[in-house]
């Protein structure tokens, strides 16, 4: 049977696999700190704020400039109209405060 005595630790330096250590003390899988875990690891690069996140949608040709379809957007199905020639987009309110959009009021001309 294999031993574990070949073996260096990186965490403590004992004659054991490092994973052992850390499972034991549950410490982070990443960096052995027992501070957090590996879900919250500041070693762990966090995606950028401003980038998108990708979703999937369907929609559907009513003519050449308007569209119509699903999309999730915070996990919510929204019913969507795109017309190619608007400069704006426009929600409901109540959709906006469901899934915390930051939304502004336009100025009426």
């Not at 034991?24 to 070693?43: E, L, V, Y």
């Not at 999730?72 to 309110?93: C, E, K, N, R, W």
């Amino acid at each position: 049977m294999p031993t574990d005595s070949g073996m260096k630790c990186q965490s403590c330096g004992g004659h054991h696999p490092t994973f052992k250590y850390r499972k034991s003390t549950r410490a982070c899988f990443r960096c052995g700190n027992k501070d957090h875990f590996i879900k919250d690891c500041p070693m762990i690069p966090k995606p950028d704020s401003n980038s998108r996140p990708q979703t999937q949608a369907q929609v559907f040709s009513l003519s050449d400039s308007i569209i119509t379809g699903t999309i999730y957007i915070s996990g919510l199905p929204a019913q969507v109209l795109f017309d190619s020639g608007s400069t704006h987009s426009f929600i409901l309110p109540e959709f906006a405060t469901s899934t915390k959009i930051s939304s502004k009021m336009l100025d009426i001309p």
